[in-house]
């Protein structure tokens, strides 16, 4: 076999363009352009690209997204193990609907990187087992429960497909600050969105001497699995609470994983009219015993709260967002 060509670099300008006063004129000399090549001996060559198009490149498609999802039909806000198998089942039964995730970190994944203790595997009790088979998790079984090798594996296998999906956008290192909370068509209030920063604005609205105005979505269901309570964390749960929406948080109780998993996958509910908890935020706001690590009920709870939002949806009349009846 003969060994492949190899295409020149791009060829070094004659004289540097800023010493030379021909080259100053309106139009600049064309350049040689070489043809892209994969050449791992020492010549390997791009194709050609202006700083400018990697900028509006992104930019283009970033603000068309913002555009688009300020109205959206449903806003996950979290991308942890329990959002993230909500966003699935939801974008895979309801290839119609615009599903709007916000991540207030830059990486998603919440907690899910790891098993407990900061160890690699990742257990998942039965029957939610068959809901790996369908991600496409490989999985070891050990009769009643099943072991993934990497909670990474778990993690990066979901994000993946979820974000192939072209009804899902994610806008990470994004944080929800707010609800929208309105009266509907009958005069109930309910949850009709969410107010949005990027989570390093929402960190430094106290360093800063002008305030940051956040940004809105309108959507007729809000899904949050926010996670335990922490700087961020439970923040829909708490935020209903301060507001006087709901009573009060019942926090977290002690480990039992015999309660805790049923408990969280049975009570992942519309907590509040147009608002689904579920997932540890939802421990929170139950005062639900907690687990360990075994993330059997995160993922269950995704998927009851998608199928939670698609009865919502499917029994409303919504325009632009917003429930008419
Ligand atoms: C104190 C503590 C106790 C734990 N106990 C248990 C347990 O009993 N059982 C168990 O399974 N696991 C436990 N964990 C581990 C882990 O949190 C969970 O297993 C699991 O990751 C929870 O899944 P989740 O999807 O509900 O939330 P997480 O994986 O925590 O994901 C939440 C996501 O929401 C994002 N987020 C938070 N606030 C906002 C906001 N305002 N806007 C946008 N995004 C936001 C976060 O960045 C994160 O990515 C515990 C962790 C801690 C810190």
Not at 23 to 43: L, W
Not at 179 to 208: P, Y
Not at 290 to 301: E, H, T, Y
Request: charged letters at 20%; aromatic letters at 6%; hydrophobic letters at 40%.
């Amino acid at each position: 076999m003969s060994p492949p060509q190899v295409i020149d670099a791009i060829p070094k300008a004659t004289a540097e363009p800023w010493t030379n006063k021909e080259n100053q004129a309106s139009t600049p000399a064309p350049q040689a352009v070489a043809e892209p090549k994969i050449d791992f001996n020492g010549n390997y060559t791009f194709a050609p690209i202006k700083e400018w198009e990697v900028s509006r490149a992104m930019s283009k498609r970033y603000f068309k997204d913002m555009y688009e999802r300020a109205v959206s039909d449903v806003v996950i806000v979290g991308a942890g193990s329990a959002g993230l198998s909500c966003a699935y089942r939801l974008a895979t039964e309801c290839p119609h609907l615009k599903i709007t995730i916000i991540e207030a970190s830059v990486a998603p994944g919440g907690g899910c990187w790891l098993g407990g203790q900061l160890l690699s595997a990742m257990i998942v009790r039965k029957p939610t087992d068959q809901f790996l088979t369908e991600v496409g998790v490989p999985f070891e079984d050990e009769g009643n429960y099943v072991v993934v090798k990497h909670a990474a594996l778990f993690t990066s296998t979901i994000l993946s497909k979820v974000l192939s999906l072209d009804n899902v956008k994610m806008f990470n290192a994004t944080a929800v600050e707010d609800l929208i909370v309105k009266q509907d068509s009958t005069g109930k209030q309910r949850i009709a969105g969410v107010v949005t920063n990027w989570t390093l604005v929402s960190l430094n609205h106290d360093t800063q001497s002008c305030s940051m105005d956040p940004n809105t979505i309108t959507a007729p269901v809000i899904i949050s699995f926010t996670g335990h309570d922490g700087p961020m964390g439970a923040f829909c749960a708490k935020r209903i609470v301060k507001s006087g929406l709901v009573e009060q948080l019942g926090d977290m109780r002690c480990l039992d994983m015999g309660r805790a998993e049923p408990a969280i996958v049975n009570r992942t509910r519309e907590v509040y009219p147009g608002l689904i908890v579920g997932g540890m935020e939802l421990s929170e706001l139950d005062g639900a015993n907690r687990m360990g690590p075994c993330f059997s009920a995160m993922l269950a709870s995704g998927e009851k709260a998608a199928w939670t939002a698609i009865d919502i949806i499917n029994n409303s009349k919504i325009v632009d967002g917003e429930i008419v009846a």
